[in-house]
């Protein structure tokens, strides 16, 4: 990756995350309820997913022809001259979105060869833009953010993703939760997994774990750079920081991370 590519590479995809996030905006002000068709069980899609699919390749792909996709959408498209892969959740939240809960998001990552390196998670609604790039920091906006002191187990937030119907394992989420709610001060799934993630860097959530839910790459990738880059510690649960596939996440600070990953994994 040259030092011009990645110089530009970072405003392409917030100009993408924000067409996108446009279209999303537009469909949640929208009147009446929104269209939609399953993918799977309980796995919606709507035109307002495809549509903004759509506005970030065509936008990546004006400023950089040569890279390659892999999007909820549409699947993965290779790479021409490049070794950048652009990974797109253009609406994770949908089932949100579909009841119009204002918890959403719009989630682009770069990898380059194995290496997760840009992130950006986008909140059309608050017009958040939360970005990292790999070694050079994690924002909110213009301003850096980095992790707070940690807190008393017993203070924390914990962000999660929870299985539903006939998707991930509920029995799992159910031991873990059971193993973690006592000790801490709250629980929440609010159902935008990269979001959720993002926030921990942002200090909203004190820590996010999920494995029952079987959540996908587009889901987490865009979040673990903004984390990482926050400062926190990101692995799977077998403390794993670069598997080869993110079969389960979790997100804390350093000094959290592996008591939370004991707890879990009771
Ligand atoms: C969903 C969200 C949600 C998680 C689900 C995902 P989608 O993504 O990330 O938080 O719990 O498992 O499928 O389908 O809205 O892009
Ligand atoms: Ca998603
Ligand atoms: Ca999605």
């Known amino acids: 990756m040259t030092a011009s590519i990645t110089a530009g590479l ?11 996030g446009e279209i999303l905006y537009e469909g949640y002000q929208a009147e009446g309820s929104i269209d939609f068709e399953c993918k799977g069980s309980s796995d919606f899609v709507t035109h307002y997913d495809r549509a903004a699919e759509h506005a970030i390749i065509e936008t990546i792909r004006r400023a950089h022809p ?10 993965a498209t290779p790479a021409g001259d490049s070794d950048l892969t652009v990974i797109i959740d253009p609406l994770d939240g949908t089932n949100n979105f579909l009841h119009r809960v204002p918890h959403f ?15 950006v998670v986008y909140q059309p609604l608050l017009d958040e833009m939360l970005w990292a790039i790999r070694g050079q920091g994690a924002y909110q906006g213009s301003q850096r953010i980095s992790v707070l002191p940690a807190r008393p187990l ?56 999920s494995q029952g839910a079987r959540l996908d790459l587009w889901d987490i990738a865009a979040g673990i750079v903004i984390a990482r880059e926050a400062g926190c ?17 979790l997100v804390a600070k350093p000094e959290q991370h592996d008591k939370l990953l004991r707890i879990l994994s009771k």
């Open 10 to 20: 970072i405003d392409t995809l917030h100009q993408a995350a924000r067409a996108a």
């Open 66 to 75: 040569d890279v390659g996709f892999l999007g909820e959408e549409t699947g």
């Open 105 to 119: 998001s719009v989630s682009i990552a770069v990898r380059k060869g194995e290496a997760l390196t840009h992130g």
């Open 154 to 209: 017993t203070e924390m937030l914990v962000g999660t993703c929870l299985p539903y119907h006939e998707k991930g394992d509920c029995a799992m989420s159910q031991r873990q939760l059971s193993s973690l709610m006592p000790r801490v001060a709250g629980i929440r799934s609010p159902g935008s997994a990269a979001l959720e993630i993002a926030y921990t860097g942002l200090g909203r959530f004190d820590a996010f774990w």
């Open 233 to 249: 510690k990101v692995t799977d649960l077998s403390c794993n920081p670069n598997p080869a596939e993110w079969n389960s996440v």
